[in-house]
């Protein structure tokens, strides 16, 4: 865990510091009243030919920013729909000029899917400032204060080079990226700071690859089993590969919420927000049976569940954290807002683009 004496010395004849005081988050939201959010957005998506989806992203976003709390206090989102209506526009153009290269010159495709690699670290970096800067705890907002220059390595190099180690260098590159988001994240001046190793997402991923494999080799000798016992006829060759596919998707809904569980323990306990310390403490057994109810009553209820499922599964979440703070926090806010002031910086740098990152 990051060590915050180093960044604020006391002095050698000081009190021993206090025991961090744990403050719970809490999400207050309820299913019912997203339900109404939900499918108000849904309705007005599909009836304007998805152009309204940008100010259902914003009523989303601040429906569940404002019902997550903190120590009796609650976030708030400032997003505005037209940001993210022009950032889609540029992505969705992007993409439309690249497929109609495609068809007119192979060179030409090519030479444009190069550019647009050089192109989209730029814009995942304004989309991460654009997402801080409009995030906000007590009226006092977050930033995120990343490079350019570090961006093409997270965002380029280090895919890149997973791609070409058939993904072995994966979860280093996954470290590099949360380790370039959390050390360039802050509140108001005070930093986030990550200390988070390769070698804790390297277990991470090989547990979720071992998972995969025992699934796999238990759906072959259940297929395997089935094949034998129907002697080889159509009827058993049909019944084992719905036995594959079936157990390709239990891998799958297996393996996402201990992926999850595990990733947001691992990150969030390595993190710190100057001198106060985060705890996560999700279980992935309970996160699957989270996971797996939702998608049984999301099935028999025709989707109309999602937004029920969306809320229980963020609550789970929220509440598994803990903030470990080493002083009142609202001393700390307050703190924060008057050096932001002093400084004429509480909003950073505003780009005023998002591409839904």
Do not use: C
């Not at 404002?66 to 120590?71: A, C």
């Not at 192109?119 to 995030?135: C, E, G, H, T």
């Amino acid at each position: 865990m990051h060590d915050s004496n180093n960044d604020f010395p006391v002095p050698a004849s000081a009190a021993p510091a206090a025991q961090p005081h744990p403050l719970r988050f809490e999400f207050v939201g309820s299913g019912s009243e997203y339900f109404r959010i939900w499918i108000v957005n849904a309705l007005l998506t599909i009836v304007t030919l998805g152009i309204y989806s940008p100010w259902a992203k914003v009523r989303t976003m601040q429906y569940f920013y404002r019902n997550t709390r903190l120590d009796n206090a609650s976030f708030d989102y400032h997003g505005r729909p037209t940001a993210i209506l022009k950032g889609r526009a540029i992505v969705f153009a992007l993409a439309a000029v690249f497929q109609l290269t495609g068809h007119v010159s192979i060179l030409l495709s090519l030479a444009l899917g190069l550019a647009l690699a050089l192109v989209f670290p730029l814009l995942l970096v304004r989309s991460l400032r654009f997402r801080m800067a409009n995030s906000s705890y007590r009226g006092l907002r977050f930033a995120f204060t990343g490079g350019d220059a570090e961006a093409y390595k997270v965002f380029l190099l280090w895919p890149a080079l997973a791609v070409l180690t058939l993904y072995a260098l994966a979860p280093l590159a996954h470290q590099r990226f949360k380790r370039y988001q959390h050390n360039h994240t802050r509140f108001g001046t005070a930093p986030f700071a990550i200390d988070a190793a390769a070698g804790g997402f390297y277990g991470v991923y090989l547990r979720a690859f071992g998972m995969m494999v025992a699934v796999g080799v238990l759906a072959a000798v259940v297929v395997g089993v089935l094949g034998h016992a129907l002697g080889g006829s159509a009827g058993g060759a049909a019944m084992a590969f719905l036995a594959a596919v079936a157990g390709f998707y239990v891998a799958l809904l297996s393996i996402g919420p201990f992926f999850m569980a595990r990733l947001q323990n691992l990150v969030w306990n390595h993190t710190t927000l100057a001198p106060h310390a985060f705890r996560s403490e999700v279980r992935a057994g309970r996160l699957f049976f989270i996971f797996f109810t939702n998608l049984i009553v999301t099935v028999f209820t025709l989707g109309l569940f999602m937004p029920f499922a969306k809320v229980r599964s963020t609550r789970y979440r929220v509440e598994s954290m803990t903030m470990l703070a080493a002083a009142p926090l609202d001393a700390f806010v307050a703190g924060e807002t008057q050096q932001v002031g002093a400084l004429g910086d509480a909003a950073v740098d505003w780009y005023d683009i998002d591409i839904a990152l």
